[in-house]
């Protein structure tokens, strides 16, 4: 009959109380996680578990409230959803608007972080998009399956 002779936690970002405890204490973590832990018994039977520590929902993806396309600087020229791909595994839809409700731009089933699945800037017509406030409604698939609706807004500047 074995009996668990050790553990270690790792990816832990430097946030426990101890490393080689059965239930250490997270010290005020700042962002979403994977834990891991590792339990060897006495036979040297090896096991390794990973768990979602979630800290805010709000922070598996990101909207940047600003974005500058076609400036010709190569920076922040595409609107795209950000996010932890460990825990975001699908954008299912992304709609922009102009301000008077009139969608400029759609995409669905793409991955976070992808520039070339976002928003350059350009109207369907093909004309470039002025400097203006725009909307959007994000619909993502999270890691357990569930569906997470973001809207907000955010500014194009020329």
């Known amino acids: 009959n074995a009996g668990l002779a050790n553990w270690t936690w790792g990816n832990i970002n430097d946030t426990l109380t101890c490393l080689t405890c059965p239930d250490p204490v997270v ?13 060897t018994d006495t036979n040297g039977c090896v096991l390794t578990l990973r768990q979602n520590v979630i800290i805010d929902e709000e922070d598996l993806i990101y909207l940047p409230s600003a974005f ?4 010709v600087d190569g920076v922040n020229d595409v609107y795209t959803v950000y996010g932890d791909a460990e825990f975001v595994v699908n954008i299912k839809l992304i709609h ?6 009139n969608r400029v731009f759609a995409n669905k089933d793409f991955l976070v972080n992808d520039p070339n699945e976002g928003w350059t800037g350009v109207f369907p017509d093909g004309q470039y998009a002025p400097s203006s406030t725009y909307a959007y409604v994000i619909a993502y698939e999270r ?4 569906t997470e609706v973001r809207t907000g807004a955010f500014t194009l500047v020329r």
């Open 27 to 39: 010290n005020s973590p700042l962002e979403t996680f994977i834990a891991t832990v590792t339990v």
């Open 68 to 71: 500058s396309p076609a400036n």
């Open 96 to 101: 922009i608007f102009d301000r008077w409700g």
């Open 143 to 146: 890691w357990d399956g569930e």
